[in-house]
Protein backbone atom coordinates (compact mmCIF):
# COMPACT_ATOMS: atom_id res chain seq x y z
CA UNK A 1 0.00 0.00 0.00
CA UNK A 2 1.13 3.74 -0.98
CA UNK A 3 1.99 5.78 2.31
CA UNK A 4 3.92 8.77 3.49
CA UNK A 5 5.34 9.10 7.25
CA UNK A 6 5.95 12.18 8.26
CA UNK A 7 8.48 12.84 11.04
CA UNK A 8 8.56 14.33 13.88
CA UNK A 9 5.21 15.31 13.99
CA UNK A 10 6.22 18.95 15.50
CA UNK A 11 9.40 20.62 15.85
CA UNK A 12 10.66 23.53 18.43
CA UNK A 13 13.68 25.28 16.90
CA UNK A 14 15.38 28.88 18.35
CA UNK A 15 16.14 31.39 15.27
CA UNK A 16 18.83 30.52 13.39
CA UNK A 17 18.98 26.42 14.49
CA UNK A 18 19.05 24.55 11.73
CA UNK A 19 17.29 21.47 11.16
CA UNK A 20 16.00 18.81 8.93
CA UNK A 21 12.23 17.35 8.17
CA UNK A 22 12.11 13.71 7.57
CA UNK A 23 9.18 12.06 4.93
CA UNK A 24 9.76 8.30 4.36
CA UNK A 25 7.37 6.85 1.53
CA UNK A 26 6.71 3.75 0.04
CA UNK A 27 5.01 4.02 -3.27
CA UNK A 28 5.06 1.63 -6.40
CA UNK A 29 7.03 3.80 -9.12
CA UNK A 30 7.30 7.26 -7.56
CA UNK A 31 6.23 9.58 -10.24
CA UNK A 32 7.24 12.83 -8.21
CA UNK A 33 7.72 14.13 -4.43
CA UNK A 34 6.05 16.95 -3.46
CA UNK A 35 6.91 19.53 -0.60
CA UNK A 36 4.22 22.07 0.25
CA UNK A 37 4.27 24.65 3.06
CA UNK A 38 0.77 25.49 4.85
CA UNK A 39 -0.07 28.47 6.88
CA UNK A 40 -2.45 27.96 9.66
CA UNK A 41 -6.17 28.85 8.14
CA UNK A 42 -4.56 28.57 4.36
CA UNK A 43 -4.57 26.22 1.79
CA UNK A 44 -1.08 24.56 0.92
CA UNK A 45 1.38 26.16 -0.73
CA UNK A 46 3.54 25.04 -3.32
CA UNK A 47 7.57 24.30 -2.31
CA UNK A 48 9.66 21.82 -4.38
CA UNK A 49 8.74 18.94 -6.99
CA UNK A 50 11.73 16.34 -6.66
CA UNK A 51 11.60 13.43 -9.10
CA UNK A 52 14.17 11.18 -8.79
CA UNK A 53 17.13 9.90 -6.12
CA UNK A 54 19.94 12.14 -5.48
CA UNK A 55 18.15 15.48 -7.03
CA UNK A 56 17.97 18.53 -4.48
CA UNK A 57 16.19 21.74 -4.78
CA UNK A 58 16.89 25.07 -3.18
CA UNK A 59 14.68 28.18 -1.54
CA UNK A 60 16.14 30.76 0.03
CA UNK A 61 16.81 28.57 3.67
CA UNK A 62 14.90 25.75 2.52
CA UNK A 63 16.75 22.75 0.86
CA UNK A 64 15.04 19.33 -0.73
CA UNK A 65 16.83 15.98 -0.84
CA UNK A 66 15.79 12.86 -2.34
CA UNK A 67 16.62 9.12 -1.72
CA UNK A 68 15.14 5.86 -2.80
CA UNK A 69 13.21 5.66 0.50
CA UNK A 70 12.85 9.35 1.55
CA UNK A 71 12.92 12.60 1.66
CA UNK A 72 14.42 15.60 3.88
CA UNK A 73 13.62 19.42 4.03
CA UNK A 74 16.31 21.04 5.23
CA UNK A 75 15.93 24.42 7.02
CA UNK A 76 19.62 26.38 7.54
CA UNK A 77 19.35 29.46 9.99
CA UNK A 78 15.45 29.57 9.98
CA UNK A 79 13.57 32.71 11.15
CA UNK A 80 9.93 33.11 12.65
CA UNK A 81 8.69 33.37 9.82
CA UNK A 82 9.46 29.94 8.71
CA UNK A 83 7.31 28.62 10.95
CA UNK A 84 4.34 26.74 9.25
CA UNK A 85 3.06 22.93 8.46
CA UNK A 86 5.46 21.16 6.15
CA UNK A 87 3.56 18.65 4.43
CA UNK A 88 5.46 16.01 1.65
CA UNK A 89 2.93 14.45 -0.64
CA UNK A 90 4.47 11.55 -3.11
CA UNK A 91 2.23 10.61 -6.48
CA UNK A 92 2.40 7.04 -8.14
CA UNK A 93 2.26 6.32 -12.05
CA UNK A 94 -1.24 7.25 -13.57
CA UNK A 95 -0.63 10.60 -12.32
CA UNK A 96 -3.98 11.77 -10.65
CA UNK A 97 -3.66 10.33 -6.99
CA UNK A 98 -1.39 12.34 -4.59
CA UNK A 99 -0.57 10.63 -1.60
CA UNK A 100 -0.05 12.91 1.11
CA UNK A 101 1.69 13.09 4.65
CA UNK A 102 0.32 14.25 7.99
CA UNK A 103 2.68 17.03 8.17
CA UNK A 104 5.66 18.41 10.35
CA UNK A 105 4.25 21.90 12.55
CA UNK A 106 7.49 23.84 13.04
CA UNK A 107 7.52 26.60 15.41
CA UNK A 108 10.54 29.03 15.54
CA UNK A 109 11.09 31.34 18.50
CA UNK A 110 13.12 34.53 17.69
CA UNK B 1 -5.79 36.62 -11.19
CA UNK B 2 -7.41 34.71 -8.38
CA UNK B 3 -6.49 31.37 -8.55
CA UNK B 4 -8.40 28.89 -6.78
CA UNK B 5 -11.55 30.13 -5.05
CA UNK B 6 -13.68 27.97 -2.86
CA UNK B 7 -16.98 29.36 -1.26
CA UNK B 8 -17.88 29.13 1.67
CA UNK B 9 -15.07 30.10 3.70
CA UNK B 10 -16.90 28.59 6.87
CA UNK B 11 -20.10 26.70 7.67
CA UNK B 12 -22.29 25.34 10.27
CA UNK B 13 -24.58 22.44 9.26
CA UNK B 14 -27.02 20.43 11.11
CA UNK B 15 -26.82 16.51 10.53
CA UNK B 16 -29.14 15.52 7.77
CA UNK B 17 -28.63 19.05 5.81
CA UNK B 18 -27.49 19.36 2.40
CA UNK B 19 -25.08 21.55 0.94
CA UNK B 20 -22.42 22.08 -1.72
CA UNK B 21 -19.48 23.50 -1.83
CA UNK B 22 -18.46 25.68 -4.95
CA UNK B 23 -15.07 25.83 -6.40
CA UNK B 24 -13.76 28.25 -9.38
CA UNK B 25 -10.57 28.24 -10.95
CA UNK B 26 -9.20 31.20 -13.28
CA UNK B 27 -5.70 29.15 -14.11
CA UNK B 28 -7.42 27.29 -17.07
CA UNK B 29 -6.25 23.62 -15.81
CA UNK B 30 -7.86 20.74 -17.11
CA UNK B 31 -7.66 18.82 -13.87
CA UNK B 32 -9.38 19.40 -10.61
CA UNK B 33 -9.47 17.68 -7.16
CA UNK B 34 -11.40 17.71 -3.71
CA UNK B 35 -9.68 17.18 -0.48
CA UNK B 36 -10.28 16.83 2.61
CA UNK B 37 -8.31 17.71 5.81
CA UNK B 38 -8.48 16.35 9.44
CA UNK B 39 -6.47 16.55 12.31
CA UNK B 40 -3.23 14.09 12.30
CA UNK B 41 -3.92 12.92 8.80
CA UNK B 42 -2.50 13.70 5.53
CA UNK B 43 -4.52 15.40 2.84
CA UNK B 44 -7.23 13.09 1.52
CA UNK B 45 -8.48 12.76 -2.24
CA UNK B 46 -12.64 12.72 -1.89
CA UNK B 47 -12.90 13.04 -5.80
CA UNK B 48 -10.92 14.60 -8.76
CA UNK B 49 -11.87 15.27 -12.59
CA UNK B 50 -9.14 14.59 -15.01
CA UNK B 51 -11.29 17.03 -17.44
CA UNK B 52 -13.89 18.91 -18.32
CA UNK B 53 -16.68 16.28 -18.10
CA UNK B 54 -15.29 13.52 -16.32
CA UNK B 55 -14.88 12.85 -12.35
CA UNK B 56 -14.09 9.82 -10.85
CA UNK B 57 -13.60 8.45 -7.11
CA UNK B 58 -10.79 8.93 -4.82
CA UNK B 59 -10.01 7.58 -1.64
CA UNK B 60 -12.90 8.75 0.73
CA UNK B 61 -15.95 9.60 -1.67
CA UNK B 62 -18.45 8.07 0.28
CA UNK B 63 -21.07 10.75 1.51
CA UNK B 64 -20.20 13.41 -1.54
CA UNK B 65 -20.91 13.46 -4.94
CA UNK B 66 -19.77 15.96 -7.26
CA UNK B 67 -20.18 18.21 -10.25
CA UNK B 68 -17.62 19.32 -12.74
CA UNK B 69 -20.06 22.23 -14.41
CA UNK B 70 -17.31 23.51 -17.03
CA UNK B 71 -13.71 23.71 -17.00
CA UNK B 72 -13.49 26.02 -14.35
CA UNK B 73 -16.29 25.17 -11.42
CA UNK B 74 -15.58 21.98 -9.93
CA UNK B 75 -18.37 21.26 -7.11
CA UNK B 76 -18.65 18.73 -4.04
CA UNK B 77 -21.81 18.32 -2.67
CA UNK B 78 -22.95 16.53 0.64
CA UNK B 79 -26.43 15.64 0.19
CA UNK B 80 -26.76 14.24 4.02
CA UNK B 81 -24.41 15.81 6.15
CA UNK B 82 -22.89 13.54 9.42
CA UNK B 83 -21.45 14.74 11.85
CA UNK B 84 -17.51 12.57 10.34
CA UNK B 85 -17.62 14.87 7.72
CA UNK B 86 -16.44 17.67 10.05
CA UNK B 87 -13.17 18.75 8.02
CA UNK B 88 -11.64 21.11 6.43
CA UNK B 89 -12.34 20.76 3.03
CA UNK B 90 -9.87 21.67 0.25
CA UNK B 91 -9.90 22.29 -3.91
CA UNK B 92 -7.24 22.46 -5.85
CA UNK B 93 -5.83 22.51 -9.76
CA UNK B 94 -2.29 20.63 -10.54
CA UNK B 95 -0.68 22.52 -13.68
CA UNK B 96 -0.67 20.73 -17.55
CA UNK B 97 2.25 18.62 -16.61
CA UNK B 98 1.27 17.52 -13.08
CA UNK B 99 3.70 19.12 -11.07
CA UNK B 100 2.72 21.33 -8.74
CA UNK B 101 -0.65 21.96 -7.25
CA UNK B 102 -2.64 25.17 -6.74
CA UNK B 103 -5.07 25.03 -3.41
CA UNK B 104 -7.74 27.22 -2.68
CA UNK B 105 -8.25 28.84 0.73
CA UNK B 106 -10.67 25.69 2.09
CA UNK B 107 -13.79 25.59 3.65
CA UNK B 108 -14.01 24.88 6.98
CA UNK B 109 -17.02 22.43 7.22
CA UNK B 110 -18.81 21.99 10.94
CA UNK B 111 -21.56 19.23 11.34
CA UNK B 112 -23.34 19.17 14.22
Known amino acids: EDQVTQSPEALRLQEGESSSLNCSYT??????LFWYRQDPGKGPEFLFT???AGEEKEKERLKATLTKKESFLHITAPKPEDSATYLC???????????FGAGTRLFVKA | NAGVTQTPKFQVLKTGQSMTLQCAQD?????MYWYRQDPGMGLRLIYY???????DKGEVPNGYNVSRLNKREFSLRLESAAPSQTSVYFC???????????FGQGTRLTVV
Open chain 2, 27 to 31: MNHNS
Open chain 1, 27 to 32: VSGLRG
Open chain 1, 89 to 99: AVQAPGGFKTI
Open chain 2, 92 to 102: ATPDVLNTEAF
Open chain 2, 49 to 55: SASEGTT
Open chain 1, 50 to 52: LYS
